[in-house]
């Protein structure tokens, strides 16, 4: 009877691990940068579309670009200062050390 417990706890742990690995799939590398976009005199830019380019470093001066980067991104339409675009640096560019992203418009 013992046997037989430990054999339900086993195979019910068995089970947990199974599920949590099938939920736990690749997320990949790409994600969404949110930002807020203003002219130069302050004002939201509004009802048009941008060219973005964006380059990730490894230092907030000088250092090296990481991953594929610069990603360039056109036509992102920015409404009332708001803009999203789809990024990715492919992998080994996000490793978990500092990280600066440089943003040109």
Not at 7 to 22: E, H, K, Q
Not at 30 to 47: C, I, K
């Amino acid at each position: 009877m013992y046997s037989r417990r430990r054999l339900d706890w086993v195979g019910g742990l068995c089970i947990v691990l199974a599920c949590s690995a099938a939920r736990a799939a690749d997320m990949g590398t790409a994600f969404t940068y949110q930002g807020f976009l203003e002219n130069p005199v302050g004002t939201p830019v509004s009802g048009v579309n941008c060219d973005f380019r964006f380059g990730l470093w490894d230092a907030a001066a000088g250092g090296n670009q990481k991953g594929t980067s610069p990603q360039t991104v056109l036509a992102v339409p920015v409404d009332a200062g708001v803009f999203a675009a789809a990024i990715d640096f492919a992998d080994g560019a996000i490793d978990g050390t500092a990280r600066w992203l440089e943003i040109d418009v």
